[in-house]
């Protein structure tokens, strides 16, 4: 670890049949081909809800669809095939009724990739950093896009475990800009590649907050930068707030979107298309909390006020957060979960 990558020259992003240019921020909408989706819980399962869930955020202005076939949570083992029968003929649907959509599907398998390429997908959102390292060779061959995720090498659908970085932000820029390269040596087109620090994946809710903080050292590289913190864990946590509650702090990142130059990440995955579209000035206040929570920035004086998540203390977090857990069972823990308690992590 620790390469320095020299930046690329900000340039067209290129999906399916469309083309956005540099300035260009892109909403990304979720559809959910599970029954045990951590949000949802199954609400697209059924495959006329799922379309009319397309129908929706088509009209409220998304860019791009994701579908996706298997939770990322643990759980039941989700085969290859199985994952081929939820979505395949879905993405082939989506296809005919939407010809120009730029349609991504959010697998790691290159044996589903391959189908779904087939099918007419124009994005192969791999979430675990490649874990299945024949996924470019798909993407190559079919002339898809692909995104380049940060999962700490942590193997698909498990949760972190007293993860440690001595710097969080450092391994996210070395392991995508090193996929994004191998990437385009296999034959993707660069146009076609984005990076993802993959927030809460192989993270635990400091290193998220790290991540966001920083995330202008992503955007500076110049690859286009797509995040995903709709209703993450992360978020539940910095907020004390439960699943059903992470509306108003999953709006506030869109500033982070919606900004300008080194912060501004290029694409937004989201749950609720519209209400981005909507919520820009909606939820300042649970942003700063996001923000302010993960330390003071890069140049700050140490004194600098910050807030500071119940059951914590002002220190040097091991991935340079600005703050870390006291003992667990204190008292000042009441705000977090156990299981963070128990695991430092979501």
Sequence with gaps: ?????????????????????????????????????????????????????????????????????????PGAEVTVAEEIRRTVPFVSAVRAAYPDMVISVDTWRHQTARELCAAGADLLNDTWGCWDDRLPEVAAEYGTGLVCSHAGGLPPRTRPHRVEYDDVMADVLDRTLALADRAVALGVAPARVLIDPAHDFGKNTWHSLEVTRRLGE?????????????????????????????????????????????????????????????????????????????????????????????????????????????????????????????????
Excluded at 67 to 73: E, H, M, Q
Excluded at 256 to 284: D, I, M, N, T, V
């Design 218 to 346: 992503m955007v500076a590289t110049g690859w286009p930068v797509l995040v995903s913190l709709s209703h993450k864990d992360f978020i539940g946590e910095t907020l004390n707030a439960g699943r059903g509650e992470r509306l108003t702090g999953t709006l506030g990142d869109r500033h982070l979107h919606a900004a300008p130059g080194p912060r501004g990440a290029r694409g937004r995955r989201s749950h609720q298309a519209g209400r981005r579209r909507r919520g820009r000035q909606a939820c300042r206040g649970e942003l700063h909390v996001l923000l302010r929570a993960a330390g003071p920035a890069p140049g700050r004086p140490p004194g600098d006020p910050q807030l500071r998540f119940p059951g914590t203390r002002r220190g040097s977090a091991r991935a340079g957060g600005g703050i870390r857990p006291v003992a667990a069972g204190a008292s000042r823990n009441a705000g977090l979960s156990a299981r963070h308690r128990r695991e430092g992590g979501p």
């Design 1 to 73: 670890m620790g390469i320095r990558w020299p930046p690329r020259t900000a340039s067209p992003l290129r999906l399916g049949k469309r083309s956005f240019g540099p300035g260009q921020k892109l909403i990304m909408a979720i559809v959910n081909r599970t029954p045990d989706s951590f949000y949802d819980r199954g609400a697209t399962w059924d495959e006329t809800a799922a379309m009319e869930r397309v129908h929706a955020v088509v009209s409220e202005g998304a860019d791009i669809v994701d579908i996706g076939g298997v939770p990322a949570a």
